[in-house]
């Protein structure tokens, strides 16, 4: 058994620094941390020498005629030596992420199941740094392409670093952590040719996928919108794999982690993220640390599943089995806390690319369940930072705990701390560090094993097809219609025969419709017999439309405001007030950067508006949403800039909300080619299609374009 939560005095280290316990991180972190905007500072050499001129070699010249350079210039070759070494080794996966700081708190105690303090102590403000990740492409690739996300927690907790290293999707393409380097082979790019980058669209990931009927379910979640989201902030996190909470009473139980958004779960639909991933690879990265920069900051609940020891035959699944959910029909989700993100990174290489999670840093109170991919991977967590970081990985500034480190553990390459003493053994003559009491450590769960040695699964492990069945039955209408889209593109991509014909088989022992409509698609033989039986079976929370903020909302949404010299002021400051009043953020678009005038305004005024980005700058995709104001001599402005139909019939294909008044009206309506609809009427809001007009704006119906931006609420 686990022992109680015990204090280490470390509150003082965080009452020192800024009267909070979310400083006790950054106060560590401060030991190691220079400031390069320090007006004292000047250039040296790595050893300390200052230097004058570090842009020209030191060479034999004469009469200002270069010569050859000397190889005596040391502090020269200094500076070339550390540039060619700066790489390290990329994450062989999730090599691609984002990272930000942030705390954990729990609202009701978990005292019942685990005695660890993290999870009891509601007067807790736990450090935490979160890494988010696309998986299978190289740390430059674009942010947005089809994929799982990786969702990685690093708690700070005082008795030492909880890692839940967990993705965006509930369930895992594998079963054992062996069959990994095989997965990880075949959704990377293809050997030969290194082909595609940061895709799934090709014929190894898709022959996998059929060789491993393991993989349905999983694969469900991946070609649905789930692994197109709109952002960080908007994804669910899972712990998947199947952890242990014990308390003090000798009870054990099973336990799996959630994080829901409190924004909801948005995605993207396929198009956009097709393009964003070449118009701003970046798009991610940079709305996390936008949305933090301007204190918008992203939570979530923290929640548990919890199966009592005793139990765990009960159900038709595994619950060691990582490709099988726990419906919350069988195992309700209980909210108990709530991560919340809520500072930047000062420097990207040495937080986000140098933390190193590892599902095997648990803290008493958490254990392992004989999960085997978990088991699996706690080996090779521990074991990939070395080829990336290094022996003493576990020393560098954004891994190391904020509670107290000592044991014999020494030397290696770059080994940073210096132990004072004796003696480096245990025991030793001076009784120098002993080990810790057993009631303040970590206590091995005392479980009784027998049996074969063999390489086996339990048996229930073997069925694959009911809960890819109940995730897809579990989808409204366009996500299914979404679905089918995907598994098309996909296969497209994939040429030899064998991997696609054989693919729309494995979809009729899903759904035989899904299977009739890509295998037709694709080109690949239609099955006329569903594999097996749909059960026809729901559960709840699989669709995302099911997971929502509890009211409505616009923060932090981008909408593009489309303006040419001539602009309605009125409207178009009316909207700007709107949506800075919704937290939302307004971005001024125009013809060109340089000013543009409003209606009656004169050019010589000096004012005028300074456009964000102008229309080929930035694309319909960098946004949430478009409005369009009146004003005759603007819209005529944008109906002959060909750029900026684009940008309002695009949003319209990508299903944005879409605002217009006054002449804008019309525009957008001829902009969506949209024969046979009306939503312009005399000063009415009309809303239909996603599209919200109003004919009329007057300063004294001002009122009205605060009612449009409500409405628009409803459907961003
Ligand atoms: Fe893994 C990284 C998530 C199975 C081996 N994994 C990594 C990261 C995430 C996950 C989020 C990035 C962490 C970061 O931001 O630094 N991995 C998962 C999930 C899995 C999973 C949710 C299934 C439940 N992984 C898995 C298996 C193995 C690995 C079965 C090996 C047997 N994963 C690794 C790794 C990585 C890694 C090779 C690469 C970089 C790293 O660990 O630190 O060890």
Redo the contacts with the bound molecule.
Sequence with gaps: MASQAISTGLEKVQQTLDGSVEGQKLADLRKDMKNYHDPNNVITTDYGVKQWNTDVWLKVSNDNKTGPMLLEDHAAREKINRFDHERIPE????AR?A?AFGTFKMHKSLSEYTNAGVLTDTSRSTPLFT?F?TVLGSRGSGDTVRDVR???VKFYTEEGNWDI???NIPV?F?QD?LK?PDLIHAGKPEPNVEVPQAQSAHNNFWDFQYLHPETTHMFMWQQSDRAIPRSYRMMQGFG??TYTLDNDKGERFFVKFHFTPQLGVHSFVWDEALKLAGQDPDFHRKDLYEAIDSGCFPKWDFGVQIIPEGRQDEFEFDILD?TKIWPLEDVPLQNVGELELNRNVDEYFTQTEQ???CTGHVVPGIGFSDDP??L??N???A???LT?LGTNWQELPINRPVCPVMNNNRDGQLRHTITKGVANYWPNRFEATPPAKKEESYVDWPEQVAGMKQRLQSKKFKEHYNQAQLFYNSMSPPEKGHITAALGFELDHCDDPIVYERMAQRLADIDLSLAQAVADQVGAPVPQKAGRENHGKTSKMLSQTEIQPKEPTIETRRVAILIADGYDAVAYNGIVAALKGAKAIPYTIGPKRNPIYAAGESKDSGKGVKPHHHFEGMRSTMFDSVFVPGGADSVSTLRNSGRALHWVREAFAHLKAIGATGEGVEFVRDACALPGIEFSSSGDVVDSYGVVTASKVQPENFKETLKMAKGAKEFV
């Design positions: 994450r062989v996966v999730h992420g990272g890494r990740s990786g969702f990685a290293v967990g993705n895992f594998i952590a990994f998947v794999n990582a933390i190193a999670f991919l978990l699996g991977r080996f090779s967590y074991d990939t930072q990336r």
